[in-house]
């Protein structure tokens, strides 16, 4: 069982960064590929960006690309999300969450795929 706290998540204005974590409680972090996902509301829980359990592959959606990086510290059982040039349409509920896959090497973009989800973290842009 893996449990998942993000944090990091804040009120910010347009234009500013944050920089989302997510901490892992399992000792075996280092199987699991991760993705964060956000949900603002009245709308479906989207794919901000994932990364394999090497932390060699990633994903960004098209609305995040060149303003998001994703990365993972296995040896601190963390992952992290960096936002810059935040917008007011990034306002949201930020989750993140992981999959197991021992024997995977790839990443993956629907929730469905996912075995642990986080609490969420509200992240709110400013205009």
């Known amino acids: 069982q893996e449990q998942l706290v993000e944090s990091g998540g804040g009120l910010v204005q347009a234009g500013g960064s944050l920089r989302l974590s997510c901490a892992a409680s399992?000792?075996?972090?280092?199987?699991?590929?991760m993705g964060w996902f956000r949900q603002a509301p009245g709308k479906e829980r989207e794919v901000v960006a994932a990364?394999?359990?090497?932390?060699?592959?990633?994903y960004y959606a098209d609305s995040v690309k060149g303003r998001a990086t994703i990365s993972r510290d296995n040896a601190k059982n963390t992952a992290y999300l960096q936002m810059n040039s935040l917008k007011p349409e990034d306002t949201a509920v930020y989750y993140c969450?992981?999959?197991?896959?021992?024997?995977?090497?790839?990443?993956?973009?629907?929730?469905?795929?996912?075995?642990?989800w986080g609490q969420g973290t509200q992240v709110t842009v400013s205009s």
């Open positions: 990364i394999n359990k090497s932390g060699a592959s990633t």
């Open positions: 969450a992981a999959r197991s896959s021992p024997y995977s090497e790839g990443f993956y973009t629907a929730p469905r795929y996912y075995d642990y």
């Open positions: 399992g000792r075996t972090f280092s199987t699991y590929a």
